[in-house]
Protein backbone atom coordinates (compact mmCIF):
# COMPACT_ATOMS: atom_id res chain seq x y z
CA UNK A 1 0.00 0.00 0.00
CA UNK A 2 3.08 2.44 1.24
CA UNK A 3 4.75 1.78 -2.41
CA UNK A 4 1.75 2.32 -4.40
CA UNK A 5 1.41 5.49 -2.51
CA UNK A 6 4.79 6.31 -3.07
CA UNK A 7 4.64 5.99 -6.74
CA UNK A 8 1.65 7.59 -7.12
CA UNK A 9 3.50 10.47 -5.72
CA UNK A 10 6.04 10.31 -7.79
CA UNK A 11 3.99 10.08 -10.66
CA UNK A 12 2.18 13.44 -9.81
CA UNK A 13 5.09 15.32 -8.77
CA UNK A 14 6.68 14.20 -12.21
CA UNK A 15 3.68 15.01 -14.39
CA UNK A 16 3.72 18.83 -12.72
CA UNK A 17 7.56 19.49 -14.33
CA UNK A 18 6.35 17.91 -17.48
CA UNK A 19 4.09 21.22 -18.25
CA UNK A 20 5.40 23.73 -20.45
CA UNK A 21 6.42 27.01 -18.62
CA UNK A 22 4.02 29.98 -19.16
CA UNK A 23 4.12 32.06 -22.32
CA UNK A 24 5.59 35.60 -21.61
CA UNK A 25 3.32 38.21 -23.76
CA UNK A 26 5.07 40.03 -26.26
CA UNK A 27 5.90 43.40 -25.28
CA UNK A 28 5.81 46.43 -27.83
CA UNK A 29 6.91 50.44 -27.80
CA UNK A 30 5.23 52.44 -29.78
CA UNK A 31 5.20 56.40 -30.43
CA UNK A 32 1.63 56.81 -30.43
CA UNK A 33 -1.27 57.67 -27.57
CA UNK A 34 -2.46 55.40 -26.03
CA UNK A 35 -5.97 55.77 -26.87
CA UNK A 36 -5.35 56.02 -30.65
CA UNK A 37 -3.10 51.94 -30.12
CA UNK A 38 -5.84 50.64 -28.34
CA UNK A 39 -8.33 52.01 -31.01
CA UNK A 40 -6.23 51.35 -34.37
CA UNK A 41 -5.86 47.88 -32.60
CA UNK A 42 -9.71 47.00 -32.28
CA UNK A 43 -10.27 47.92 -35.69
CA UNK A 44 -7.47 45.62 -36.88
CA UNK A 45 -8.92 42.87 -34.89
CA UNK A 46 -12.02 43.20 -36.16
CA UNK A 47 -11.42 43.25 -39.66
CA UNK A 48 -9.44 40.12 -38.71
CA UNK A 49 -12.63 38.18 -37.58
CA UNK A 50 -12.54 38.85 -33.88
CA UNK A 51 -15.18 39.54 -31.58
CA UNK A 52 -14.43 41.73 -29.08
CA UNK A 53 -15.65 40.72 -25.65
CA UNK A 54 -14.38 43.46 -23.62
CA UNK A 55 -12.41 46.92 -24.06
CA UNK A 56 -11.75 49.24 -21.46
CA UNK A 57 -10.06 52.75 -22.15
CA UNK A 58 -9.66 53.29 -18.93
CA UNK A 59 -7.59 51.03 -18.08
CA UNK A 60 -5.99 50.19 -21.50
CA UNK A 61 -7.45 46.75 -22.24
CA UNK A 62 -8.76 44.70 -24.88
CA UNK A 63 -9.90 40.57 -25.03
CA UNK A 64 -10.84 39.62 -28.28
CA UNK A 65 -11.63 36.16 -29.45
CA UNK A 66 -11.72 34.44 -32.81
CA UNK A 67 -15.21 34.58 -34.46
CA UNK A 68 -14.82 31.56 -36.33
CA UNK A 69 -12.42 29.00 -34.38
CA UNK A 70 -14.04 29.46 -30.91
CA UNK A 71 -11.29 28.96 -28.39
CA UNK A 72 -8.46 31.35 -29.66
CA UNK A 73 -8.04 34.68 -28.07
CA UNK A 74 -6.01 37.68 -28.12
CA UNK A 75 -5.68 39.80 -25.00
CA UNK A 76 -4.01 43.31 -24.97
CA UNK A 77 -2.85 46.23 -22.24
CA UNK A 78 -1.91 48.84 -23.26
CA UNK A 79 -0.01 51.71 -20.86
CA UNK A 80 1.36 55.10 -21.39
CA UNK A 81 4.68 54.99 -22.08
CA UNK A 82 7.33 58.61 -22.19
CA UNK A 83 6.14 61.63 -24.16
CA UNK A 84 2.64 60.56 -25.90
CA UNK A 85 4.06 57.15 -26.41
CA UNK A 86 2.24 53.63 -25.87
CA UNK A 87 3.66 50.02 -23.93
CA UNK A 88 1.52 47.50 -26.01
CA UNK A 89 1.87 43.78 -24.35
CA UNK A 90 0.00 41.08 -26.38
CA UNK A 91 -0.87 37.61 -25.74
CA UNK A 92 -2.27 35.13 -27.62
CA UNK A 93 -4.59 32.10 -26.37
CA UNK A 94 -6.12 28.79 -27.23
CA UNK A 95 -8.50 27.02 -25.12
CA UNK A 96 -7.27 29.01 -22.53
CA UNK A 97 -3.48 28.12 -22.98
CA UNK A 98 -0.86 30.64 -24.17
CA UNK A 99 0.19 30.51 -27.44
CA UNK A 100 4.07 31.52 -28.57
CA UNK A 101 4.43 35.32 -28.66
CA UNK A 102 6.14 35.10 -32.18
CA UNK A 103 2.56 34.35 -33.48
CA UNK A 104 1.63 37.68 -32.80
CA UNK A 105 4.17 39.26 -34.78
CA UNK A 106 2.08 40.35 -38.28
CA UNK A 107 -0.36 41.59 -35.72
CA UNK A 108 1.78 43.88 -34.20
CA UNK A 109 3.37 44.67 -37.73
CA UNK A 110 -0.12 45.72 -38.94
CA UNK A 111 -0.88 47.76 -35.91
CA UNK A 112 2.55 49.73 -36.75
CA UNK A 113 1.36 50.09 -39.90
CA UNK A 114 -1.99 51.16 -39.59
CA UNK A 115 -0.73 53.86 -36.84
CA UNK A 116 1.79 55.22 -39.47
CA UNK A 117 4.58 54.17 -37.57
CA UNK A 118 6.75 51.82 -40.32
CA UNK A 119 8.26 53.21 -43.21
Not at 69 to 86: D, N
Given at each position: MTRALLILLLAAWLAGCASPPPSAPRELRLAAAPEATLREAMQLLMARGYVIRHADDELGRLDAA?????????????????????RVEAIATRGGRALPPGLLDPFLTDLQARLGLLP
Open positions: LARMPGYGVSLRVSPGAEGSS
